[in-house]
């Protein structure tokens, strides 16, 4: 059963960085699609990064240039790297993979961003 292990949030001053961390219970060389996804307080979850085997991103309009997800497939770990961080950007940011038909998500780490 593969496991996803979120660390890095906490509480930041609005415009200062956080970096996500996630990390994979088993090699994620072949898990082709990866990313972020968040959940405001009273609000639907929703994607804001995701990144492909080949390295190929995509993030939603509202943190495109302050957010930046990688992936070490040697360290089976995929990033978040956030920047210029709003009250808005609070939420409970989740880990997503998709193995094949499969979806596996982690528990979830909490980013508070306080004005």
């Known amino acids: 059963q593969v496991q996803l292990v979120e660390s890095g949030g906490g509480l930041v001053q609005a415009g200062g960085s956080l970096r996500l961390s996630c990390a994979v219970s088993?090699?994620?060389?072949?898990?082709?699609?990866m990313g972020w996804y968040r959940q405001p307080p009273g609000k639907q979850r929703e994607l804001v990064a995701a990144?492909?085997?080949?390295?190929?991103?995509n993030y939603p309009d509202s943190v495109k240039g302050r957010f930046t997800i990688s992936r070490d497939n040697a360290k089976n770990t995929v990033y978040l790297q956030m920047n210029s961080l709003k009250p808005e950007d609070t939420a409970v940011y989740y880990c997503?993979?998709?193995?094949?038909?499969?979806?596996?998500w982690g528990q979830g780490t909490l980013v508070t961003v306080s004005s």
């Open positions: 088993v090699s994620i060389f072949s898990i082709n699609r």
């Open positions: 990144i492909t085997g080949g390295g190929i991103t």
């Open positions: 997503w993979g998709r193995l094949g038909a499969l979806d596996a």
